[in-house]
């Protein structure tokens, strides 16, 4: 079984690319209910995105009440450059026999430009034949690690990564232009729960993840995180590939 969290599509992507290669499962996290599984005896694995060098509230969650003790457990955290040590938090939650980062377009679209074009294609590209090793080695039931960590990833992991969750992850600056249709995709995908429709427009919760699922994904483009993200272009694994 394996188990994706992924706000755009690159998580989501490695997990369906992992399932084929190992004739297994993937499911969303965010769809299913964690204590509905009894993972004794079998092979799981767990992907999701990297967030200021550390899991994701909503994926760290999910995996603390999955039960029973697997045969074999691997982790693959996707990441625009570096994973730090999220590997080594989210082993200390769910035991991992394996661990493994794989590059993906960054999406973090609150303070840069979103990648897009050849250079976000050309990275999807290069980790196509990083998660044919993966399979292989999982296949073989292989331990093994393999994440590029960064420098200083101790430090980024620790104190920066506390930093971002006590002080980055606010819903404040949100708002939706208008462009709004008052579709509620934003509501659908939001991890958190946090958005809601007030007179067919978003309005925001205090809880968030920073995921970038909402501004990210609303198909009119009409999210916006204070003045920055007015002129950025949005991301979307899907939208990149077509
Ligand atoms: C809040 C946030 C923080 C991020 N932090 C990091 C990071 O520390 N290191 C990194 O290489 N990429 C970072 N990224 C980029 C994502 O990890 C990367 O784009 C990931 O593949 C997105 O996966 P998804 O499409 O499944 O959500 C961050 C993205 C977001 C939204
Ligand atoms: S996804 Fe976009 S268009 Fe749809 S309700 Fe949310 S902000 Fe409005
Ligand atoms: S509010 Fe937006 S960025 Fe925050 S958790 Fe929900 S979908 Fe993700």
Redesign the pocket.
């Known amino acids: 079984m394996i188990f994706y969290f ?7 992507w490695a997990a369906l690319q992992l399932a084929e290669m190992l004739g297994d499962r993937a499911v969303d996290m965010m769809k299913r209910d964690p204590g509905g599984y009894d993972l004794t005896g079998q092979t799981v694995g767990l992907v999701f ?5 550390g899991v994701p509230g909503p994926a760290e969650r999910f995996v603390r009440k999955l039960r029973g003790k697997p045969s074999f457990a691997y982790a693959v955290a ?7 040590k999220a590997l080594e938090m989210l082993s200390g939650v769910f035991p991992l026999d394996s661990k493994y980062s794989i590059v ?5 679209i ?1 303070m840069l430009e979103p990648e897009t074009g050849d250079a976000a294609r050309e990275k999807v590209r290069a980790a196509g034949p990083k998660l044919r090793k993966i399979a292989a080695e999982v296949q073989a039931r292989r331990p093994s690690e393999d994440v590029e960590r960064g420098k200083l990833a101790g430090l980024k992991s620790g104190p920066v990564h506390a930093l971002f969750t006590r002080f980055a992850c606010s819903t404040r600056p949100f708002y939706a232009d208008i462009r709004c249709n008052g579709c509620g995709l934003c509501v659908s995908v939001c991890p958190e729960k946090s958005i809601r429709l007030e007179n067919g427009k978003p309005r925001w919760g205090t809880r968030c993840c ?3 699922a909402c501004i990210n994904r609303c198909p009119v483009e009409a999210i916006q995180y204070g003045k920055g993200t007015r002129k950025r272009g949005r991301y979307r ?1 899907e939208a990149l590939l077509k």
């Open positions: 992924s706000a755009t599509g690159n998580s989501r995105p990297v967030h200021a060098w996707t990441c625009g450059a570096e994973a730090g993906m377009p960054d999406n973090y609150f920073q995921c970038s694994l």
